[in-house]
């Protein structure tokens, strides 16, 4: 099932849109005119790296996506309204940035340590606003 997204609003704006195909997310990130590594999200004061500053310096939108590190499955809601289960996942989403993600896959055993995940948009259930998660790469290019 692929839904289009396009016209929905994304939950957190200052951290991903969608790219063209209606599907997949674009992150911002801050790069660091010292370094030149990639900082997320793209409003932190300070390079994540060397700690240069980061004030002038202007996002850049790359695919949304990484490596996985590891994961694990949630049964119990952390949070009120959260759905279970639900798959918890280290993810690096740049040399050296590490994020949490929630992986939407049925159960774990689609997913192993190192491969590639793409980030895409999901509806979320209060309206026309969606929101992060991810996917293996390979199915999301087969979407
Ligand atoms: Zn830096």
Redesign the pocket.
């Known amino acids: 099932m692929t839904i289009d997204l396009r016209g929905y609003t994304p939950q957190h704006p200052q951290l991903y849109r969608l790219a063209a195909d209606g599907r997949s997310l674009e992150f911002f990130y801050a790069p660091?005119?010292?370094?030149?590594?990639l900082?997320f999200p793209a409003m932190v004061p300070g390079?994540?790296?060397?700690?240069?500053s980061?004030q002038d310096v202007q996002p850049v939108a790359h695919a949304g996506g990484g490596t996985l590190l590891e994961f694990v499955t949630l049964h119990v809601p952390l949070l009120p309204g959260m759905d279970t289960p639900r798959i918890a996942a280290d993810i690096r989403i740049a040399e050296g940035v590490i994020e949490e993600g929630v992986i939407a896959v049925p159960d774990e055993s689609a997913l192993r340590v190192g491969m590639d995940l793409q980030a895409v948009g999901v509806p979320l259930p209060a309206g026309e606003v969606f929101t992060c998660r991810f996917v293996p790469a390979d199915a999301g290019a087969a979407a």
């Open positions: 660091c005119p010292a370094c030149g590594k900082s390079c994540a790296h060397c700690g240069a980061l």
